[in-house]
Nanobody
Framework: VQLQASGGGLVQAGGSLRLSCAAS????????MGWFRQAPGKEREFIAT????????NYADSVKGRFTISRDNARNTVYLQMYSLKPEDTAVYYC????????????????WGQGTQVTVSS
């Protein structure tokens, strides 16, 4: 599966953004989908994951209550709605796909999008 992330940009603290990740291929609905982010000089970190149907989600503590992951299998797209953004949310955001686990370990994800930059100004 090929992934294309979009929707990043520059936003003021307290603002919101919605990221999208479009997937190619007919088997999108069989994949767990995850969002990760990487700030300069830091390791890529887990943000959120969603199961095949969209009925189960999991979030990192740092974004819980502020970010929402969702998916539309008919459109082969996964979303990350981000509210109450903080300067520390500044990073490149990546979507990823995994057929087996769908957890928080980035090494479990076989397929990655190219990343989209999110910058939150104070």
């Amino acid at each position: 599966v090929q992934l294309q992330a979009s929707g990043g940009g520059l936003v003021q603290a307290g603002g919101s953004l919605r990221l999208s990740c479009a997937a190619s291929g007919r088997t999108f609905s069989r994949y767990y989908m995850g969002w990760f982010r990487q700030a300069p000089g830091k390791e890529r970190e887990f943000i959120a994951t969603i199961n095949w149907s969209g009925g189960s989600t999991n979030y990192a503590d740092s974004v819980k209550g502020r970010f929402t992951i969702s998916r539309d299998n008919a459109r082969n797209t996964v979303y990350l709605q981000m509210y109450s953004l903080k300067p520390e949310d500044t990073a490149v955001y990546y979507c990823a796909a995994d057929q087996l686990y769908g957890g928080s370990n980035r090494h479990d994800y076989a397929y990655w999008g190219q990343g989209t930059q999110v910058t939150v100004s104070s």
